[in-house]
């Protein structure tokens, strides 16, 4: 079992927000008025990571306005907004569901602790774990859309708004919801493409229940316009691109393959999902050129001389964990068998040498003690609560640091109030002007 596993030197994070992103950005507010029901998709293998804080202030004043209390991701900016008595077309109905898609990918014994931790910290929020494999989460989330449609009787149709990054499997939800509740055979409403942004305007209205009335929107995926700087924005940006939720070719494979590596072997460090691509007998490695060699000689990926060809190989690996390797990293067990204890050189007392995860977002420390099968899911929830503590913090401080801001972007802005104030100038004096003929 590895016991040490060392964190890789990632690259800066690429800029990737194309001009329908920015479009959709700046129509939400007038959508979410027409709207009852926000659907916000994310992954479950990134249940923090996608996040899109720049939709967070949209929805937080959608609630508002509609009377409903939000505890936003971040601090909210600008005045208070006064509650509206009536929103949009039907009536008070004001809700939100945190769809995680993908559950598949995930191991299953983290999702209700999970479930549970995020529920303690925001309980205006519905979390709905799906995969659009499983006929019974769809026929799950049909229901929960069905019965908020019913709690107004009055409202002659529900409509609904489903938002999220890019590729985390919106249009092919929505298709799978429009199947379901739509009685007969119904033809695929909505193209979909394993690259991301290949939705990149707002769909036509679709149909997902017949009684009582649901409708829907599909949007485009917006990615956050600048990823971060530092080590939180690289880990930030390798993290999306691992889900092909940036644009192909901005990131070298090499350096997702390293991070990979890192977080197969965090999830499993007894025995990590890659060793299934392996020859027979491997052991697992926090080596990245030692890997990569492995993998080029088990699929034939040889050069002219013998040598391996470990860009085609590292591709191919990405590749297979996108496809089929993440089936494999989420039968990832609860607990490892205990390990010996390892001093330090000098003799001290053992301390804790292995981590654990699930999914990419939450690691927390694993003591020897902790490795037999006896922790309960109380103690799991406790762990998965405090790394969801450590981010939003972590996202607060951020964001007060000015981390969520581009030098560029810091540049625009001071160019637009420069113009702004130039324009206010002009016109007082051409009022001035006016008022002394």
């Known amino acids: 079992m590895l016991l040490s596993i060392p964190f890789p030197h990632l690259p800066s994070p690429p800029s990737w927000f ?31 990571t996608s996040i899109n804080h720049n939709l967070e202030d949209a929805i937080s004043k959608w609630r508002a306005e509609r009377g409903k209390v939000s505890i936003s991701l971040q601090p909210h900016r600008g005045a208070a907004v006064e509650p509206s008595p009536v929103s949009g077309y039907g009536g008070v109905t004001c809700e939100r569901i945190i769809v995680l898609n993908k559950r598949d990918l995930v191991p299953e014994w983290g999702m209700e602790p999970f479930r549970r931790a995020m529920a303690a910290r ?13 006929r019974e989460d769809i026929k ?11 709690r107004n009787p009055h409202a002659t ?18 298709n799978s919801l429009r ?19 290949h939705t990149r305007a707002l769909s036509n209205r679709l149909k997902l229940s017949e009684d009582p009335l649901v409708y829907s929107y ?36 090499e350096a997702l393959v390293a991070y990979l590596l890192y977080r197969l072997n965090i999830l499993d460090p007894v025995s990590p999902a890659y060793l299934k691509v392996l020859p027979p007998g491997s052991a ?86 902790d490795s037999v099968p006896t922790v309960a899911a109380s103690a799991l929830e406790q762990r998965m609560g405090e790394c969801i503590d450590e981010f939003l913090e972590r996202t607060r401080e951020y964001e007060r640091q000015g981390g969520t801001v581009s030098e560029t972007q810091v540049k625009k802005r001071t160019w637009e ?17 006016k008022k002394g003929f």
Request: aromatic share 8%; net charge positive.
């Open 179 to 197: 199947n379901f509740g739509i009685w007969g055979k119904t033809p695929k409403a909505l193209q979909t493409s394993a690259q991301p942004g």
């Open 417 to 433: 109030e420069k113009l702004a104030r130039r324009a206010a100038k002009s016109k007082a004096k051409f009022i001035a002007r």
């Open 140 to 150: 799950s989330l049909s229901a929960v859309l069905v019965n908020i449609a019913k």
């Open 284 to 369: 697992p490695t926090t080596s990245v050129s030692a890997f990569l060699e492995q993998l080029a000689r088990r699929l034939g990926m040889l050069l002219r001389g013998g040598e391996c060809d470990t860009a085609r190989a590292a591709k191919w690996f990405v590749e297979w964990w996108r496809r089929e390797g993440g089936l494999f990293s989420a039968a990832a067990p609860h607990t490892l068998p205990s390990a010996a204890p390892i001093t330090e050189s000098s003799g001290q007392q053992p301390q804790p040498r292995h981590r654990r995860g699930w999914g990419f977002d939450l690691e927390w420390s694993v003591a020897n003690s």
């Open 122 to 134: 925001f309980p205006e929020q519905v979390i709905h774990f799906a995969s659009c494999n499983r």
């Open 157 to 174: 149709e529900t409509n609904v708004l489903v938002v999220g990054m890019p590729n985390v499997g919106k249009s092919t939800l929505l």
């Open 18 to 48: 194309p001009g329908h992103m920015n479009r959709f950005t700046k129509q939400l507010p007038a959508l979410l008025s027409r709207t009852d029901i926000v659907l916000e998709l994310r992954d479950s293998r990134l249940p923090l």
């Open 218 to 253: 599909d949007t485009p995926g917006v990615m956050l316009p600048f990823l971060g700087n530092g080590s939180e924005g690289a880990e930030r940006g390798v993290k999306l691109a691992l889900i092909a939720g940036i644009k192909e070719g901005l990131y070298d494979v």
